[in-house]
């Protein structure tokens, strides 16, 4: 027998599981949400948050050397690692907190413990039985460590806010977001760093254009690139952690491993497939454009689907589904093209739409790329002399914006207005006629010839 019956029941307290929660009950649904561990999900507690404010101190910390240079007389003194995360951890346990008020206050009821599906519309917890008529999976996903020799010497990105110091001597594996925005914040902070990837470039993904300019800015900023190696083992002895890859190469000693290989969707003890929901290859749950499953009234959102794994794209994922089931609007959903997004590297990348390449590939010819690399003002007076890149992809006879890319300070915050350009259908000309903010970076997109 059911305990209780909700018009919509939601598995995982993170962020696209929360914002469905919350429009739904806006909306007037009955809503329920599980969570076995601390709301908010890993974006609050292991990831964006965190890892902006890590990010953050690495700025400020190559900061005081750029001041120095400017004249500034500074006592310059190393970081406290342990006061710096205690208030990390301080902050993103407030917005926990934050989090379990707002679901009081707007009525979600919340049920701790973990999950399984049954079948359609029902779910058990921990022994406990309730029934929805929609039930939303929202359980994300959590850092994969490779299956070889030595593995569990290495950590996550899940430890990363809880090191006991700041470690002098640090190797990360793998070349995506995760990986390089721990390698530069680590260096930034003053630890010894080698980064290993696969391919010959961190951030393969991307384009040439953003690929080739974060190398060289890596490598400017110190640390050791090891392209072209796959891990094969981690061995440990007195003199510290041993990374060997498979033809023979043999990286060390280090202090920590960071494995950032990727993420799995957290699906395994979900019972999804016994219910008669489909997984893909990788364990994901395979939803259409509506975020709808196999099974009806069954849906899931974010990084479990094994989509873009991004915040945002959870959130919007989850307020447009929300809206379709209870809002009135049946044709509510998430246009997953040119979503923006900001790795957190030192100098960080900004990027929406198409590469060059990928432009070719989708629109043929005339496709065209705009680009300029300078110094900003920022640094005319430093030490330091980071480069900046911008390119500005466009595709047919009338020039349409396809693609908007930067490489440098200040990307994360202008790449948002210009996010909007692209999505409206700005023209290079439209650019063109707008006057720039000089000076500045964000006006070098649209003074390019």
């Not at 019972?271 to 008669?276: F, H, I, K, R, V």
């Not at 040119?338 to 060059?356: E, I, K, M, R, W």
Request: net charge neutral; proline share 5%.
């Amino acid at each position: 027998m059911s305990e209780a019956r909700f018009d919509c029941l939601v598995i995982g307290g993170g962020s696209g599981g929360l914002a469905a929660a919350r429009r739904a009950a806006a909306h007037g649904a009955k809503v329920a949400l599980v969570e076995a561990g601390r709301l908010g999900g890993t974006c609050v507690h292991a990831g964006c948050i965190p890892k902006k404010l890590l990010w953050i101190a690495a700025e400020l910390a190559l900061g005081l050397d750029d001041a120095e240079a400017l004249g500034f007389e500074l006592a310059r003194r190393a970081l406290d690692w342990g006061r710096f995360t205690r208030a990390i951890a301080a902050h993103t346990a407030s917005l926990g907190v934050r989090y379990a008020r707002h679901l009081e206050t707007e009525g979600v009821q919340r049920i701790e413990g973990r999950a399984r599906l049954l079948g359609p519309g029902v779910v058990d917890v921990e022994g406990r039985r309730f029934e929805a008529r929609h039930v939303v999976l929202a359980t994300g996903g959590a850092p994969r460590i490779p299956e070889l020799p030595g593995a569990e010497l290495g950590i996550t990105s899940d430890a990363l806010f809880t090191l006991p110091e700041l470690p002098r001597r640090l190797c990360v594996v793998g070349g995506g977001y995760i990986g390089v925005e721990a390698a530069s914040i680590f260096r930034a902070l003053g630890s010894e760093v080698t980064l290993a990837t696969r391919r010959s470039h961190p951030l393969h993904d991307f384009g040439a254009t953003i690929r080739e300019a974060l190398a060289a800015e890596l490598s400017a900023l110190g640390l050791a690139l090891a392209p072209g190696l796959v891990p094969a083992a981690l061995e440990q002895n007195v003199a510290g952690l041993f990374l060997h890859g498979a033809n023979g190469e043999r990286l060390g000693p280090f202090d920590r491993v960071l494995w950032a290989i990727g993420r799995a969707p957290a699906t395994s003890s979900l019972g999804l497939e016994t219910a008669g929901v489909s997984l893909g290859s990788r364990g994901e749950v395979v939803v259409d454009a509506f975020q709808d499953t196999t099974l009806p009234g069954i849906h899931a959102v974010g990084d479990v689907t094994g989509g873009r794994e991004l915040t945002p794209v959870a959130i919007a994922e989850g307020r447009r589904l929300a809206d379709r089931l209870f809002g009135g609007r049946p044709d509510s959903k998430l246009d997953h093209d040119d979503v923006p997004t900001v790795v957190f590297s030192l100098p960080p990348v900004g990027t929406v739409g198409l590469s060059l390449e990928a432009a070719r590939a989708r629109h043929g010819e005339p496709v065209r790329a705009y680009r300029s690399t300078f110094t900003a003002t920022r640094y005319a007076l430093t030490r330091r002399r980071p480069r900046t890149t911008v390119e500005l992809v466009v595709a047919g006879p009338d020039e349409r914006v396809v693609g908007v890319h930067v490489v440098g300070a200040g990307a994360d915050e202008l790449l948002q207005g210009f996010a909007v350009a692209l999505k409206l259908g700005a023209r290079k000309v439209d650019l063109d006629r707008t006057v720039a903010i000089h000076p500045t970076t964000a006006e070098e997109l649209v003074t390019l010839r």
